[in-house]
């Protein structure tokens, strides 16, 4: 689980979702995905589609504007979906930009993924763990 208890209320994070994985003997098209269950105190101001292989590894939480992982310079997939091979880990990974609203009660525990392969359209929820504390809060 990725966390951090450093947060302030007007803050922006990015945090990675679940990396996908094509286990089949078919391609597959990544769709979509969403957190299900977000924590009191964020919103979700949007989803982008990374790939991992520019951005040097996987952003699991960073600050928005973060010099350590400045998305800005990074190419966001999110426009169309995203092809899995067969029997492949994926290189693109899904990550949500989270806005700090006001104190912070509970952790993400579940995200769902849409994607389609020949043709029929499936969901599958999946654990989706994070959590974002503000500074000072003493929890």
């Not at 951090?4 to 286990?23: E, S, Y």
């Not at 190419?75 to 806005?99: E, I």
């Not at 389609?116 to 003493?138: A, I, N």
Request: net charge neutral; aromatic share 12%.
């Amino acid at each position: 689980m990725a966390g951090n208890d450093h947060a302030k209320i007007g803050q922006a994070w990015w945090a990675a979702l679940p990396l996908t994985q094509n286990v089949s003997s078919k391609p597959l098209e990544m769709l979509d995905a969403q957190v299900l269950d977000l924590p009191k105190g964020l919103k979700i101001s949007r989803y982008a589609v990374f790939n991992s292989e520019e951005t040097n590894g996987i952003g699991l939480l960073f600050s928005d504007g973060s010099p350590d992982f400045p998305v800005s310079k990074y190419k966001d997939y999110s426009d169309g979906p995203v092809t899995l091979a067969p029997k492949k880990d994926s290189f693109f990974y899904y990550s949500v930009r989270l806005v700090v609203t006001g104190e912070v009660s509970g952790e993400s525990s579940r995200c769902r993924y849409t994607y389609r392969q020949e043709g029929v359209k499936y969901r599958q929820d999946l654990p989706c763990r994070f959590t974002l504390k503000l500074e000072g809060s003493g929890e």
